[in-house]
């Protein structure tokens, strides 16, 4: 137990710390992720970036980041915090383990692109009108007068 949290299960363990899912026993019962750092890793360096990383963590308020609901320090004077646990830590998990689960299988793992996407032509159609932007006001120096090309260019820009 790390204060109200009961480790359950090992996700994963990186330079600085290992996560777990864990059991948030009270004030509420909720599965959260807990980071906790390494023992020996308390040098100053260390600690201020995973304080810093906390702190972070705590301000963000977006869909697609886990919010960060408790931190603190074990009785062994490790600091730690819990944030949400998303379920997509274990899709990757099996993944990368090339295990056959219900997660592994669902409909999006595994999705293939389209061999084209329309991005790159609405860039290459974006720097074609630019260049012709360019070469109409280059003419326009040189001639001193309105250009076609301008013309041209404003129409395919919807001008």
């Known amino acids: 137990m790390i204060g109200p949290y009961k480790l359950l299960q ?8 290992t996560v777990w899912v864990a059991e948030q026993i009270e004030p509420v019962r909720r599965r ?3 980071k906790l750092i390494k023992p020996g890793m308390d ?3 260390v600690l201020s970036r995973f304080e810093a990383e906390r702190q972070a963590l705590a301000l963000m308020d977006h869909p697609n980041i886990a919010k960060v609901f408790d931190g603190g320090l074990t009785s062994h004077g490790r600091p730690f915090f819990a ?3 998303i379920a997509a830590a274990r899709t990757l998990r099996d993944l990368i383990l090339d295990r056959d689960t219900e997660l592994a299988r669902l409909p999006w ?7 084209w996407e329309p991005e790159p032509l609405r860039w290459l ?3 074609t009108v630019y260049g012709a932007f360019r070469a109409a006001d280059a003419l326009e120096d040189r001639t001193g007068r309105p250009s ?4 041209a260019a404003g129409a395919l820009a919807g001008r």
């Open 83 to 85: 944030m949400e646990y």
């Open 32 to 34: 959260v992720a807990l």
């Open 10 to 17: 090992k996700l994963g363990e990186g330079g600085m710390g």
């Open 43 to 45: 040098s100053r360096q």
């Open 148 to 151: 076609w090309v301008a013309g």
């Open 125 to 127: 159609a974006v720097q």
């Open 109 to 115: 793992v595994g999705h293939q692109a389209r061999g």
